[in-house]
Nanobody, 123 residues
Framework: QVQLVESGGGLVQVGGSLRLSCEGS????????IAWFRQAPGPEREFVAG????????LYGDPVKDRFTISRDNAKNTVFLQMNSLRFEDAAVYYC????????????????WGQGTQVTVSS
């Protein structure tokens, strides 16, 4: 079982950048594929990006392709989400999630979740 803690959210101007971090503890971090989801006001969590166990493969949601980059450092039990060219519609609570299956865009396929970090985009 792994515990996840996100950090790095905050207020940023449109067009700016933020780097989110997701640190794992309590489990073998490299055993898990990790994904980022986001949730604006509403019931649905939107898939943002995913990364395979060793970090060799990444997957992105269409709204963030070519702007966001996911990476991981298993020696530090951390996954990063570099977010560039931020738009108003990127504002949300961002969650990282861990699961055994890489590549799923469905939140229910992930077993462990962090508490989320808020990203706010202003003009």
């Amino acid at each position: 079982q792994v515990q996840l803690v996100e950090s790095g959210g905050g207020l940023v101007q449109v067009g700016g950048s933020l780097r989110l971090s997701c640190e794992g503890s309590g489990g073998t971090f490299s055993n898990y594929a990790i994904a980022w989801f986001r949730q604006a006001p509403g019931p649905e969590r939107e898939f943002v990006a995913g990364i395979s166990w060793a970090g060799g493969t990444q997957l992105y949601g269409d709204p963030v392709k070519d702007r966001f980059t996911i990476s991981r450092d298993n020696a530090k039990n951390t996954v990063f989400l570099q977010m560039n060219s931020l738009r108003f519609e990127d504002a949300a609570v961002y969650y990282c999630a861990a699961g055994n299956t890489y590549g799923s865009r469905w939140a229910h396929h992930y077993d462990y979740w962090g508490q989320g970090t808020q990203v706010t985009v202003s003009s």
